[in-house]
């Protein structure tokens, strides 16, 4: 092994999205350097903070039919029963919501939790309240996206955090995209929900830490009622 190859293996790839805050960071480190070196090594110690938010791993996703697997990395913070935003036009009756808290130090970009084709996305503005409370789901700046799978639809949202002021989305709505595909980014902070059907029963409990495209969330193909319900058998 080369060690070109060797020091790829080490360093994480860090996503185009920080490439801009990497570098007001760096002038700011240079800016307060001359000013007074002690501040030169605040600013070197964010702008290493900085790159390492930013860090985009490489995840090996598990890829077999009716998984749904962490969109996020991060701790799974609840686990309950709740109706789906409605600006995804689904039945308005409850699912079984999987949340998944990022702070700071985790991972920020998002993975698709199921292959499909994203048949509604949807923006909603809204407030910065903690990510944990629960009424989050309702009033935080969000971003929704409902993937229609052969199992049936899983809702998505991305949730602004006390923090995040930013929700970065790669995709459109109509796009067809793969598990594991990277689908948005959320900066500084915030949460991601899951909705599924609630005869599906997640395979995760809350306080466990998730990885985004690897941790499985739940099995659909597991449930053969679900996959009745959905294809009107």
Not at 72 to 93: F, K, M, T
Not at 99 to 108: K, P, R, T, Y
Not at 165 to 189: M, N, Q, S, Y
């Amino acid at each position: 092994m080369s060690l070109v190859d060797s020091v790829r293996k080490v360093i994480v790839p860090i996503h185009k999205e920080g490439y801009v805050f990497i570098a007001i960071g760096l002038v700011a480190t240079i800016v307060l350097a001359n000013l007074w070196s002690p501040f030169g090594w605040i600013g070197a110690i964010i702008t290493i903070w900085i790159c390492y938010f930013f860090r985009d791993p490489i995840r090996i996703t598990p890829q077999r039919e009716g998984l749904v697997i962490s969109p996020a990395d991060g701790r799974i913070s609840q686990i309950a029963s709740a109706l789906p935003p409605p600006e995804l036009n689904l039945p308005a009756e409850p699912m079984t919501r999987v949340s998944i808290f990022m702070n700071v130090f985790d991972c920020h970009v998002n993975r698709a939790p199921v292959p499909g084709r994203i048949v509604k996305m949807a923006y909603t503005p809204g407030l910065f309240l903690n990510a944990e409370l629960d009424k989050a789901s309702d009033d935080n700046e969000r971003n929704a996206l409902a993937i229609e799978t052969p199992a049936g639809i899983v809702g998505v949202v991305q949730i602004a955090g006390l923090i995040a002021r930013r929700i970065v989305p790669f995709v459109k709505e109509g796009d067809t995209i793969a598990t594991g595909e990277r689908f948005g980014l959320i900066r500084f902070g915030s949460r991601v929900d899951v909705y599924l059907p609630t005869s599906v029963i997640p395979l995760v409990g809350e306080g466990q830490t998730a990885i985004a495209g690897e941790t499985v969330l739940a099995d659909m193909s597991g449930n053969e009622a679900v996959k009745r319900t959905f294809r009107g058998i």
